[in-house]
T-cell receptor, first 113, second 113 residues
Framework: AQSVAQPEDQVNVAEGNPLTVKCTYSVSGNPYLFWYVQYPNRGLQFLLKYITGDNLVKGSYGFEAEFNKSQTSFHLKKPSALVSDSALYFCAVRDGGTYKYIFGTGTRLKVLA | DVKVTQSSRYLVKRTGEKVFLECVQDMDHENMFWYRQDPGLGLRLIYFSYDVKMKEKGDIPEGYSVSREKKERFSLILESASTNQTSMYLC????????????FGPGTRLLVL
């Protein structure tokens, strides 16, 4: 069965420091992996995705994510955090054989000034 | 610019009422989805539709039904609202292939009293 785990409910980081939000997944076929961000009282906004090819994927707002097949991970990263990056982040996986996306439980990122 | 709209941002209903949540997308997407979002549980799929008049149950379909009479519109129906259906409801759409991004509406926060 497909699954996604975001092991941290909350991540705190100082402004200007690098940030990492962790995600691990389990799928039976080739994974399609996504990161979304949600600001308060808003829907989810797409950040980036991995389909195939280069393991380092670059996305919106300076975010990037690294696909690691051996560790079944897709961690979200940013070299220098901004206070405005504070939000709820969701990792999602889709198995190519189904229409369904499976979402993690979300990680709240708090960037401290 | 892609757009998914939901009929209401906030709704307050009484137990036992029939509730309609409507979602419209303007991207000619084949797939549409309804999720509910609860703290600590992430997004859980209620129903999805991969074509007009086609629907499939997600992970938590009990107490809900859906309707897709036109490609751009996907409705979620709570036949008899209950207090445990108080939640944030998110609609999303995507194009037909597995690697496609989902686009989300702003969400409807439903309170059932």
């Amino acid at each position: 069965a497909q699954s996604v785990a975001q092991p941290e409910d909350q991540v705190n980081v100082a402004e200007g420091n690098p940030l990492t939000v962790k995600c691990t997944y389990s799928v039976s076929g080739n994974p399609y992996l996504f990161w979304y961000v949600q600001y308060p009282n808003r829907g989810l906004q797409f950040l980036l995705k991995y389909i195939t090819g280069d393991n380092l994927v670059k996305g919106s707002y300076g975010f990037e994510a690294e696909f690691n097949k051996s560790q079944t991970s897709f961690h979200l990263k940013k070299p220098s955090a901004l206070v405005s990056d504070s939000a709820l982040y969701f990792c999602a996986v889709r198995d190519g054989g189904t229409y369904k996306y499976i979402f993690g439980t979300g990680t709240r990122l708090k960037v401290l000034a | 610019d892609v757009k998914v709209t939901q009929s209401s941002r906030y709704l307050v209903k009484r137990t036992g009422e029939k509730v309609f949540l409507e979602c419209v997308q303007d991207m000619d997407h084949e797939n549409m989805f309804w999720y509910r979002q609860d703290p600590g549980l992430g997004l859980r799929l209620i129903y999805f539709s991969y074509d007009v008049k086609m629907k499939e149950k997600g992970d938590i379909p009990e107490g809900y039904s859906v309707s897709r009479e036109k490609k751009e519109r996907f409705s979620l129906i709570l036949e008899s609202a209950s207090t445990n259906q108080t939640s944030m409801y998110l609609c999303a759409s995507s194009a037909g292939t597995a690697q496609e991004t989902q686009y989300f509406g702003p969400g409807t926060r439903l309170l059932v009293l």
